[in-house]
């Protein structure tokens, strides 16, 4: 037995510098929850570089689940 799951979602291409510009764009709409992922840099890769998803999951009004 086969289920087809029908559930609705749109693709949006942004151009910019990532963070803040998912940021913007979530805080403008409305959305239940972001679903971003993360790829697992070490602990002195994320200190020096930050990540993108942690930046994201602070700064947007709207759960966030990451993925690793």
Same mark, same amino acid.
């Given at each position: 037995?086969?289920?087809? +799951?029908?559930?609705?979602?749109? =693709? +949006?291409?942004?151009?910019?510098?990532?963070?803040?510009?998912? =940021? /913007?764009? =979530? +805080?403008?709409?409305?959305?239940?929850?972001? !679903? %971003?992922?993360?790829?697992?840099?070490?602990?002195?890769?994320?200190?020096?570089?930050?990540? !993108?998803?942690?930046? %994201? /999951?602070?700064? !947007? +009004?709207?759960? =966030?689940? %990451? %993925?690793?």
């Amino acid at each position: 037995m086969f289920f087809i +799951n029908k559930t609705k979602y749109t =693709v +949006n291409i942004l151009r910019g510098d990532t963070g803040p510009e998912i =940021v /913007a764009f =979530v +805080n403008t709409h409305h959305y239940d929850c972001i !679903v %971003i992922g993360s790829r697992g840099l070490n602990q002195f890769q994320s200190l020096v570089l930050g990540s !993108v998803s942690h930046k %994201i /999951a602070k700064r !947007v +009004n709207c759960p =966030v689940l %990451i %993925i690793k």
